[in-house]
């Protein structure tokens, strides 16, 4: 099992640009989930899906959109890039689909994304 | 919303020496805890976690937490760290029924051999 893998692992962006962040997992899970991460500040939600066909906001969704393609994949685009978007941003998935259960979330290696 | 607070942001230790790392949230009602460790160039990973039952878990590596509900705390422990252990080390609460796990800022731990 691959668990959790996203690409690219690294991007820069010029202000303006878009792009699309990759994830996917093979794990079965049905929850994922959209981070970023900048120093001092922890990993801060952007959006979520608890399944296929769903998705919602997290704390900080503006400037970004996402869509669960599958059960297996959920990406995260970026429309027109910003500076602040500067960050390094995890996918995660779980197999839950509610806040129930024992289970825990599984993160990807990360994307650094740079925006000039 | 929940928020959660990790006292110490950055901390330094000799080999050896025993670690706490504080957490505190903010939600008064049932949560689930976790404990997440992000070593250097690695991606994050679960350290260990409480749901219910015996407030003192055992995790990975020979870490442990302590869930104190009347603190709203759900501190890291070891007894002697080692070298190895350098890394962030990230305290996760989640809402139980709630799909969203809330970090705290992060504690960095950096382990002198």
């Known amino acids: 099992n691959a668990g959790v893998t996203q690409t690219p692992k690294f991007q820069v962006l010029k202000t303006g640009q878009s792009m699309t962040l990759q994830c996917a997992q093979d794990m079965n899970h049905n929850s994922m989930y959209w981070y970023r991460q900048d120093p001092g500040m922890g990993l801060r939600l952007i959006y979520y899906s608890a399944s296929e066909g769903t998705t919602d906001k997290g704390e900080v969704p503006n400037g970004y959109n996402v869509s669960r393609l599958n059960k297996r994949e959920f990406s995260l685009r970026l429309e027109s890039a910003a500076p602040s978007q500067t960050s390094v941003y995890f996918c995660?998935?779980?197999?839950?689909?509610?806040?129930?259960?024992?289970?825990?979330?599984?993160f990807g290696p990360g994307t650094r994304l740079t925006v000039t | 919303a929940q928020s959660v607070s990790q006292h110490n942001h950055h901390v330094i230790l000799s080999e050896a020496a025993s670690l706490e790392l504080g957490c505190n949230y903010s939600y008064g009602g049932t949560v689930n805890l976790f404990w997440y460790v992000q070593y250097p160039g690695q991606h994050l990973q679960l350290l260990l976690k409480y749901f219910s039952g015996d407030p003192l878990v055992k995790g990975i590596k020979g870490f442990e937490a302590e869930f104190i509900k009347s603190k709203f705390s759900f501190n890291l422990r070891k007894p002697s760290v080692q070298w190895s252990d350098t890394a962030e080390y990230f305290c996760a609460p989640k809402i139980y029924n709630f799909n969203k796990f809330y970090f705290g800022s992060g504690t960095k731990l950096n382990v002198k051999p």
């Open positions: 995660a998935s779980r197999r839950g689909t509610s806040g129930s259960g024992t289970y825990e979330q599984y």
